[in-house]
């Protein structure tokens, strides 16, 4: 009852709310946003923000109180969906990977695979051997410092690049090898792109993993992909359906 005293601004902060959104580069967008708002406003305008046109393989996703991750509905309203007070914190992530990364029309959509995959490859959700790892961190050095020089980069350059949750010197050397003979010359747009297209062969692409149980009650993980369900234990891909 005693909203009516109030002044107009104390109201207008009872119907607004920050949001945080961060986004594939570790940078941050914040907003302010109506109370009632739904999930594609808040999608909308970062979209507008990264002259995104290609909107349909990404998503806003957001961690609740119980630290489960959940997507965010853009048909309902973002404070019923979300389990705690604002300001609201999500970020932007691929939610369906495309079949050809590399063929997407536009420049932003490839670079924010890009990034995307750069995450899943560093917190361990893309799985490779060891070869493919050295070529697909090579790509990343390409793309991000250009042709190797012997001036600017040291021994053991390569090292202050977090690729991987965890890796050995031997595949640290042989990605600085990679990078000093094999990519002279190439622009980084070019190793984006081959970096792209070098992801998109591994069957663990595109995979978000959920923790399940075998039919032996042995650990696995079940994981929705552009082609198909798979079935994953350890490093291996176990089952797959179309």
């Known amino acids: 009852m005693l909203s009516r005293f109030m002044s107009g601004s104390v109201r207008n902060l009872e119907?607004?709310?920050?949001?945080?959104?961060?986004?594939l580069d570790d940078t941050e967008y914040t907003c302010t946003i109506q109370r009632d708002a739904k999930g594609q406003y808040l999608f909308d305008l970062i979209c507008h923000n990264l002259n995104l046109l290609e909107k349909d393989y990404f998503g806003i996703r957001y961690v609740d109180p119980d630290k489960q991750r959940h997507w965010l509905e853009f048909t309902k309203s973002i404070a019923k969906q979300m389990k705690s007070q604002p300001p609201f914190t999500m970020c932007l992530r691929v939610k369906f990977y495309p079949p050809d990364p590399a063929s997407l029309k536009e420049e932003i959509t490839r670079y924010l695979v890009f990034l995307q995959l750069k995450r899943d490859l560093y917190h361990g959700r893309?799985?490779?051997?060891?070869?493919?790892?050295?070529?697909?961190?090579?790509?990343?050095l390409q793309a991000e410092i250009g042709d190797y020089d012997p001036g600017k980069h040291p021994e053991g350059y390569s090292s202050k690049f977090q690729f991987f949750p965890k890796h050995s010197e031997k595949l640290e050397r042989r990605i600085a090898d990679i990078h000093k003979t094999e990519l002279i010359g190439q622009k980084p747009e070019i190793s984006e792109r081959n970096f792209l297209q070098k992801a998109q062969m591994l069957e663990t692409y595109g995979v978000d993993p959920h923790p399940c149980k075998d039919v032996s009650g042995n650990p696995a993980f079940l994981a929705f992909t552009p082609f198909g369900f798979v079935v994953l234990q350890g490093n291996k891909r176990v089952h797959f359906l179309k």
């Open 126 to 140: 893309l799985l490779c051997k060891t070869s493919d790892a050295a070529m697909l961190a090579a790509y990343i």
């Open 15 to 23: 119907r607004e709310y920050n949001c945080t959104v961060r986004l």
